[in-house]
Structures are given as C-alpha cells and as structure tokens.
C-alpha cells in the first residue's frame, strides 16, 4: 500500500521523537487516522502485533483460572453514578448517548469509560454464597474516553483496545494476592515478550484509580526521558461491593461484602514497543512478539528467478515447521533494495538473503534488525542459528531498555537538584517523600512532574533521600516524580 | 452460581419453545440480562461457546488470506449517511453521541451498526495500484442496532458480537467468487462444527443488506417452524466504491473503481445451537463446538473419596492429552444426582462416572446427553472409545437437524395451500415466483411470511412450481417464504 510513496523515515528518533514516532506508525502500516479526530484504525500489521500480545496474555490469565465474558458497550448514567468518586473523576471524558433512531432517551447512556459498575451490578446477582466465590473474570474490549489533551496513536486516544480483569474474592488477602499475582504476569509480559525493563510499585492516594483503594503499577521510560505507565492493577477493597450490594453467605452462615480487584492493560503496549526499540529506520519488533520474525528475499535476475524463489520458499517451509512466523518477499515489482528497506521500518528482526551463489553453496545471508550485522550459515544448521540469533536479538533489546531505565533513573536530595535533573535529562527522579499529598501537587504544579510511583523496591537508597523533596519534613516513603506521557 | 435454586428446565421445550429458550440460557449460565432494556451480559459459559466458533472461523479465514484490524465504534453522521441507501436503511436503528464530557458535540456521532462506511474511507486512502489489491480483511467487534421490536437474547439484541469482513477487489469476478467462498466457509463452520443443517441462496432485492448488489444467505429452521438467519455474504459491486472513491490505477494505466464485498456472523448462532439442539433436559452442544466436551463425576463415599478422586483426574488427564476439553465435578458440597442434572442442564455431550467398582474392574461408565444411553468401556480402550462416541454424537445431532428441515420443507403450487401450510405446521414454503416485488409485498402482508431466499439448489422443483404463488403469472424463480426471527 501506498506504493508509490517514499517509504523511508525522514526524521531522526533523537532529534524529534514525537514526529518520528507518528511516521513509523503510518509508514511501517500499524495504524492510519479514523474520521473523528483521537481515534485510529488498525491495519492489519498493528492488529496482528496486539492480537500476539492478547494470546499471550490470554493464555496466562487462563493458567491462573481467569475465564473471559462479553459487557455491553452502554452503561446507563445511574449505574455509573453509584460509586461516587468513580463517576466524578470519569464524568469529564464521558461520550453519551442521548439518541437511538429519531427518538430522545428518557435516560442518557454512557460509553463505557472502564465496566466496574456494569460487571457488579451483574456479579451483585450472581453470588450468593461463598461457593460462588472467587470470580475471575476478564473483558476483551475497548474503552472510549473522549480525550481533552493532545492525543497520540496508541498511547492517548478516545477509544483504545485493552482488556480489564474484575475478580471478586471472599477475603481481602485473597483479593490482595491477586493484585500481585495480575501485577506479576503484567511484569512478565511486558519484560520477557515485548523486551521493556519496569518499575513496579505503589501509586500515590491523588494518582490511584478512582474508587480504588491502591493501585499498584509498572512504570516504564521512553527514550526521550518521559515516563508511561504500562500497566495497572487496582485493589477495590470494599468500595465497590458496598454500593452495588455484592454480600455471600460466608461458611459461618453470615452475610459478609465481598472483597474485589481490577486490571488492565491496553494497546498503549503497542506505543510503547515502538517508542523503545524503533531506531532511525524505523520500526524495530522483538521476535516474540514480531507478526513477521523472519522475511526471506530470494535475490535473482531473470534467469535464475524460478529456482531462487523455490528455494526460499522450501527455507521458509523448514522455518515455519519449527514454529517461526515466516514470509517471503516474492514481489517481481520491487527491487531488493527496495525490499531490504520496507522490512526494515517494518521492525521484522531477521532476514534471509537469499541469491543463486548462496545456493551453490548450500548457504543464506542473515541479516539482525537490531544490529544490521550480516552472517553466513550453512542451510545444514539453518534452523539452530536462527533461532540463536532470534534469542539474542530478544536479549539484546531487553538489554538496551534495561540501560535506558538505568540511565535515567537519578536521585535527588534537594529540590533544587530535583529540577535541575528534570529540566536536563529527565527520567526517573527518586526523593525522599513525607506522603503529604500538598507536597505531591506543589511538586507536579511548579515542576509538571508527577510522582510516578512508590517503587517496592527501594533500593537501599532510604538513607540518602531522609527528608520530603519539597517541604524538607522528615521522609517516610520514598516517591519516583517523572514527567510523563 | 444461583447455587441453592432449583436448576431444571421448567418448561417443555415443544410446548413453549420462547420461555424454554429463555430459561436455558440462564438457567445453563449462557447470559444474564443488563442494565439496558435489549442488551446483554455473556456468562464465561456463554462467551467460551463464542470463543470456540471464533477460533474455528478465524483460522479458516487465516487459511484463506483474510487479515484482522481494528474499526473505531464511533462514525461521523455523514460519513454514514455518504450511501444513501445504505444510510436509510439503518437510520431508526442507530444510537447517536451527541455529548463527550459536558460538551454537545458539533456533529453527532453513530455507533456502528456496521462498519462498511468507516472502512472504505480509510480504504480509498490506503489504495492507489493493482498491486495494492486485493484487501481482505476481517473484523471482530460488536455492531448496535437499537431493536425496537421484541428483544430475545443471543437471536436479536441492541448490541451483538459478530464478524463483518469487508473486502476489495480489482474485478468484479474475483469479488463474486469472494461472496462464494466465504458463504462456503460460513456454511461449514455451521453444518461441520454447529450441526446445523441451512439452505443456501441469494436474498430478495427487498431483503437483501441495504447498499449490496446482492446478498447471499443461509437460512436455518428452528424446531418451532420459524426460519432464521444464519449468516450473510455481500456482493456490494461499485455502491460504495463510487461515493467513497475506492479507485485504483491499473495496468492498463487507467484510473478504476474497485469491487467490494461484505460479510458477516453473530452471536446469532450460539442462539441457534441452543434452539436446535437443546431438550426438556436443558442445553445440548454439538461436541465439536462444545466448551466442556466431557465431565468426570467421581462417585465416592467418605471413606473411599481420595482414591476415587485420584483416578477420575488421572482419567481427565489422559483425556486431554489427546485433546479433549475436560473437567473434574470434585464438588464435595453436592450429591452426584445434583452434579449429573447441572451438567445436563449446561449439555456438556458426555458424561464419564466413575466409582469404587469401576475402579476395581477398570473401566468407567459414559453417558452421552444426546440419547442419555450408558455404556461402559474398559480404561484401556477409553481414548478410541471416547472419540468415537463423540464423533456419533455429532453425526447424530446433525442428522437431527436435517430430519428437521426435511420435516419442514414443504411445497405449495396454489396460494390457498401456501397459506394453510404456514398456518398448520409453518416452515420453508417452496413456491414459484414471478419475481415482481410487489406480490413479495402482500405475501408478507397477508400471511407474515418472508421471501428467506431463492435457493441455488432448486431441487427439481421448476416443473412443479410453474406460476406465481401470489399472482399466478409465469414464474421465473423458485422462492422459499417462512415466517421468520
């Protein structure tokens, strides 16, 4: 598609990320503009890239007994309205529906925003005893937001694909364990498959999710020394269950609340993937998670197209066999050059070249995404070395973020050096905190950072950040501010 | 869930088949209502069922070249209003956005009833050459379409899963032969997987999708003589590619319009499942399409409990690792009796049981749901034994159902028979028709029926069915009218 166009990307990722990182969507075929301004649609490359991160995560979640259901789309105002600081901090983003073919609703019907209210006024019939307990259920959906701020594909647009998990619990230990348990696998997914080093912890009381009682969170750094969060997994304690009436009959035949927790995470992943790992070609998948791990180009003149083009289809079948998502480039309209560079702002982390010499002599090129180092392999290990070199580009990548999270992480003892830091490189800023939250806001209105993260792991680094950023009171916690997408 | 109400099927299903259908969707954990008058929540039992036809048909569309994306839900009033036809036909039904926060929105906005519109304005960008051709993509999503007719669950809904896969062409025929294959593939899916036997045709001009050239279908029938829906396949010819500009240049150096299609299942047929195959018992589901193809119940009393136990999940084991989906009832808070009729109610095809004796002589007893006979196999021949009495299972259930279409296949050479027909047993009427729309029209006035479909196997029948069942000119096609869902 688009083929007459020039297809290179003609921005440098460090001069301009953000103008880079919306030419590598459109240019690599992730993602094009929808008609209402903050949406997108998904072409099939972006699609097939969050459909690998949803088996994944899919398959995960149902190891661990979490089952999928359907909720409907609209959720009346009332029901939203039943737990009050949800629906004030939702209200300001709300699509309604006020209409249905000529005729006004006597009751405006909001988009779903997120589905805690629909999914426990459903679980609120559902339970009746603690033999119907837990419930761990999970929703593959999209969320409508009708975003204020700048959007940016994938990572802030007014409908956005995601999945989010409602679980209820008989006890709150359960309900905390489960937190962790959703928080681990988040952590796992987002580390071993899309190669993307984290920050777990806590967020601050103003940060939490609105209704929740914490909500604990993965933290990453982009390149350009901004944070996003990742992921997100919310202990509701008992804020939910109450107002929506979600009571079972415990072992000692009396009437108890039930306890609940709430995840997510959405195709905001996608963004992030291509903001760490893309590079001045453009995209740069891992292989985990690459719709296309491997594209084979037969290299051929007129002469010998039929017999290279067998070849490397008969190379792609023996790939395929051992597992490996395997395309050949068998198009008579391009040039390999101009093949060679499609793929590479496509992000496909390995190709083969593949000309009639290296058939003499039983061997292919291949040739790293990440590196853009060549090798020889003879077609006798063919397999083995492919998938060598796929795991250490995979490594590799996860590497490069791990050292982009450690260069930007910085500690601050005053908050002078805390806004020198900010307004330098930026990053990650850790302090010391007094867990007043004025201190949190003043912070966030005279510098734009907001405290990102209550980390779990501290690091030892309690003894140097004793006293709060900002008021000079003595620390009790210590905070991670960044400024953030 | 509901764990102290009574379970069982309250109702015959021959004798009320509309409170039957309705209690077996609830009562065998399919869905539950929503908030919203029309709409409905999907039950993990329910949603797996969809889970698996999803599985099934995506992998087969994969086979065939078909690639997923992502559609916003929301579409700009005019953008849906660009066919006119099209934008007609569906105006009473659609649900309108006229606020985002505490905003009126300057144009309001519709909620998919279908996505044609939205997909070809990103198309026309996305398509400049042949070489950009053919597009063959798929969606999964939900479509809205406010039902102001009386709602049913799964059969009509203000909101339904459902596929809708939209495609593009640089000629007509491969367009026409798109329509085709994809209505073969649809009309496996539900005589293969659904045992479901359906009639295959194409719509009347007045019944086909609004803004197609012409529409096929599969037409099922329902044990209660009414016809349903099963699933449709588009030829749109060049009635959107005009107005949304979908052109391409060609190797002929000239700019054309291309040729597109449009197709699409729902949850529709989960509802069509339980109609044709369930009993007084409860749920019935074709082995092949069935979450839980086999539940183990060990029979035990306390003292023998753990040995019981041990064996009927080393069963289970051996049973999924063939393949099989398995699950162990270890409930030890119901009797078996209790366990045996839930597990009937929710038509898990078959039951293994399995006590001390069975035990001591090796072997177990299976049930199958379908004809509720018993039979016992020995442990060393349980795997053949189990697939093959699924694989009867399936035969047997598709067998059903075409004895019921067979059954309610009837011809009618005078419009006095046609009407005694619908009024007596109803069914599909095969009639001759003159192909006028307006005899079409009092047809349906006079007796309720529809056109369903001008069948492409005729069967032989022309000689018969010579004149127009409604004004007795010469007919030139074949027409089955049924009352329909």
Redesign the interface.
Known sequence: ????KHIGISVKKNENLSDWYTQVIWKAGLA?Y???KG??????Y???I??LIKDILDRKLKETGH??????????EA?LAKEKDHFTGF????????????NDLSE??A?RPTSET?AY??FS?????Y??LPIK?NFWN?A?R?E?KATKPFIRNS?F?WQEGHTVHADEEEAKGEVMLILDIYQRLIEDHLAIATIAGLKSEKEKFVGAQYTTTLEGMMPDGKALQMATSHHLGQNFSKPFEIKYLGQDNDQHYAWQTSWGISWRLIGALVMMHGDDKGLLLPPYIAPIQIVVVPIFRDRDSKVVKSKALEVAEVLRKSGLRVIVDERE?YTSGWKFNEWEVKGVPLRINLGPRDIENAQVELVRRDTMQKSTVNCSILVDSVFSILNEIQTNLLLRTKEILRQYLSKATSYDSFKSILDGKGGFVYTGWCGDQSCETKVKEETGADLRVLPFDEQQETGLLSNCVYCRQPANKIAVFARAY
């Open positions: 598609m688009a083929s007459a094009d929808a008609p209402v949406f997108i649609v998904l072409k099939p972006g699609y097939a969050w459909e089952q999928n259901g359907f909720l409907p789309v609209l959720i009346p029901l209200t300001p983003e709300v699509f309604w529906v006020t209409r249905a073919g000529n405006k019907l988009l629909i006024s459903s019939r559902w339970i009746a005893s033999r119907d259920m999209s409508l009708a204020i409908e694909l309209e």
